[in-house]
């Protein structure tokens, strides 16, 4: 059975699904500045509000927040907002990658024992018995790691997440940087016994060759094309070379390994953004409809069925949660 936020369902009832998105998400250290008046619920509601009517528009039943636990997880809100604007949400369990996740907290704990341990502990409690005392349990594990490196910091979390992913069946799901690692997160969480199908290697669509991709695949794992609207940042490729490397891998018969999503920041926290007009561009198809609106439409242009694609957004997250 999978966890949701409001409890259990079979996989059947995931329906369409998108797989990497954030209701709210905060840079560590936005706790840290409320001088401009800090979060506020019903700002926070009405700001979500829109992007969940979009969704629903769309039919999507359920989303995956990858937030991790330090970067503003709220277990309890994400619950009420589940029951708010009637969609599943399901969320995760697990810290970012070193460069800009909260790391100060683990290491210390390093002087005092085995941090493997207390994250297993941590992950496998929140999985089994639930978050604080939300009574939400986690039904992901969220790991990540750096540009061209996985740290040590970030494998005691990728050896802490195989272990209890074997033990609970819940799936990973992880953030590379900037389009590396892909293939080696694959390697490392296989050579740990996840099975490849319960592992999702995230933010795959940083990188445009095709090589990249198929050496991922080929150990057995799914990937995700799951920054679907995130262009002209570092590390950022157009939608257009999305839609042309991700139809290929359609082409060349990996459908049933392959997700989509937006990594959408529903709700940003700290202070307001406001975009200057040079950030047009960036935010042209930064919304949570852009995988209906356009990358469906113009991966249909490019070949892909309306059967892959229900594929992709109904069965393959079935299939990754097959084992929870
Ligand atoms: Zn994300």
Redesign the pocket.
Known sequence: MINTVTGQIAAQELGKTLM???IQ?GYPGYQGDVTYGGWKKEEAIATIKTSMNIVNSHGVKTIVD??PNECGRDAAFLKEVSETFSIQLICSTGFYYEGEGATAYFKFRMAFGDIVKEIEDMMHTEITKGIGDTGVKAGVIKLATSKDQITDYERAFFTAGASVAKETGVPIIT?TQEGTMGPDQAELLLSLGVPGDQIMI??MDGNTNIEYHKKTLDQGVRIAF??CGIQFIIGMPSDAERVKIFSELVKAGYTDRLHLSH?M?VNMLGRPIVPLPEHAPIFERLYIGNIFDNIIPELMEAGVTQEQIDQIMHQNPQGIFSKA
């Open positions: 990497h998105e954030h998400f990858a937030t953030h995230g933010h799951d920054r990594d920041v």
